[in-house]
């Protein structure tokens, strides 16, 4: 079964806007660790945030914030004041009480001039 | 800076080859992971180590095998290659617990089986 859904393909945002990129995941342990990667057209895999099931508060990092709702089992990324350099595939990835990490399928923003 | 490294960046194979996909990392850690990144599919698990001489079956393990004798090398075996395994293969390592896990990415194998 899939353990973490991102249900959108493709989005778009204009620069300087705000831009949510959704996530759902499943999973029956009750610690757990979420994460959001970028990957440039260049390949390579960044991390921009992580977010743990016990953590309080919502997680951010610079433009970075992850909108955490436990009960939903939800875990959007938000980006705020879209750049054109935040054109990218974006991963969700969840980490369980044992070791393995699983991602999602991606959604790839476009930031538009 | 740790780093993980793939052997090669393309690869190019035919159909029933024996097909090794090595990866190694420069720092003691004990987790490592092989994925294959598919178009519309994400990242998909497909062999994790924990340990040396230790792995764990991931999502789509079948055709594939994975061997761990030395702590920082896991390599990937496509036992005999076919044309659906043709994609990008990424290797991780990962370090820590909770907020202080950390993955490194090795740069990708693009293997084609022709």
């Known amino acids: 079964a899939q353990k973490i859904t991102q249900t959108q393909p493709g989005m778009f945002v204009q620069e300087k806007e705000a831009v949510t990129l959704d996530c759902t995941y499943d999973t029956s342990d009750p610690s757990y660790g979420l994460f959001w990667y970028k990957q440039p057209s260049s390949g390579e895999m960044i991390f921009l945030i992580y977010q743990g099931s016990y953590d309080q508060q919502n997680a951010t990092e610079g433009r970075y914030s992850l909108n955490f709702q436990k009960a939903r089992k939800s875990a959007n990324l938000v980006i705020s004041a879209s750049q054109l350099g935040d054109s990218a595939m974006y991963f969700c990835?969840?980490?369980?009480?044992?070791?393995?990490?699983?991602f999602g399928a991606g959604t790839r923003l476009t930031v538009k001039p | 800076d740790v780093k993980v490294t793939q052997s090669s960046r393309y690869l190019v194979k035919r159909t029933g080859e024996k097909v090794f996909l090595e990866c190694v990392q420069d720092m003691d850690h004990e987790n490592m992971f092989w994925y294959r990144q598919d178009p519309g599919l994400g990242l998909r698990l497909i062999y994790f180590?924990?340990?040396?001489?230790?792995?764990e079956k991931g999502d789509i393990p079948e055709g594939y095998s994975v061997s761990r004798e030395k702590k920082e090398r896991f390599s990937l075996i496509l036992e005999s290659a076919s044309t659906n395994q043709t994609s990008m293969y990424l290797c991780?390592?990962?370090?820590?617990?909770?907020?202080?896990?950390?993955?490194?990415f090795g740069q990708g194998t693009r293997l084609t089986v022709v």
């Open positions: 180590s924990y340990d040396v001489k230790m792995k």
């Open positions: 990835a969840m980490r369980e009480a044992h070791n393995d990490m699983r």
């Open positions: 991780a390592s990962l370090v820590g617990q909770g907020m202080n896990t950390e993955a490194f």
